[in-house]
């Protein structure tokens, strides 16, 4: 196992699971600074060439001549019935990278996560959360494939099962001249990743207590 994975263990009488959300169901969009990522082949089969096969997936470009780029991926979760109410969760997302030329270990993605997390019957929130992190890219991440990067955990100490999460996923390149407060870099490395980022899936690991519930709406 990568020694940049997290090592949590889970509470006593848990196990970690995956609530998982994969590219076909998530809606991609553009934003007035950006555009939707494309639908690309990203492997071919040896023997029979590009026009006789292909695997194709998301692809959230490098922003090479633009000023700024946001490309987002937006999406909703329910946690299950086996879930251990309360206790965090942990999202994250499997990307490939394909380097182009100019790529190097040492650049950096930035990433962002905005979510709410609301139990059934719940009053709507005032604001949404936004995580934003930097990814540095390793020497190995330019050749390996299914890389995994972490948000870290997020917390609900009332989350129970059924809770519902509203999310967007985003790759961002900023343009530090833009007079605009409504993003601020807060102490991140601007997107430098010289290459495009391949969306396979986002998860959220989150700890299960049984294989169920009692009733249909609590535990």
Request: net charge negative.
């Amino acid at each position: 196992m990568s020694d940049r994975l997290h090592s949590v263990p889970a509470d006593e009488g848990a196990a970690w699971d995956d609530l998982r959300v994969s590219a076909n169901m998530m809606h991609i969009d553009s934003s007035q600074f950006g555009e939707s990522p494309d639908f690309v082949q990203i492997l071919t089969n040896t023997e029979r060439g590009p026009s006789y096969s292909g695997l194709f997936a998301y692809r959230f470009s490098v922003a090479e001549g633009k000023k700024s780029l946001i490309q987002n991926g937006h999406f909703q979760a329910q946690l299950p019935h086996s879930y251990r109410e309360g206790s965090d969760i942990e999202p994250h997302v499997h990307i490939r990278l394909d380097p182009l030329d100019g790529a190097a270990a040492g650049q950096n993605l930035l990433l962002e996560f905005e979510y709410s997390w609301v139990n059934l019957f719940e009053r709507r929130p005032e604001s949404s959360t936004i995580i934003s992190i930097n990814y540095r890219v390793s020497e190995e991440d330019l050749s390996n494939d299914n890389i995994l990067v972490s948000f870290g955990p997020i917390s609900k100490p009332d989350a129970r099962i059924s809770s519902m999460l509203t999310c967007r996923f985003s790759r961002i390149h900023f343009n530090p001249d833009r007079d605009k407060d409504f993003w601020t870099p807060k102490g991140l490395t601007n997107d430098t990743f010289v290459g495009n980022m391949i969306f396979m899936e986002f998860d959220f690991h989150y700890q299960k207590d049984n294989l169920g519930s009692s009733s249909l709406y609590t535990k």
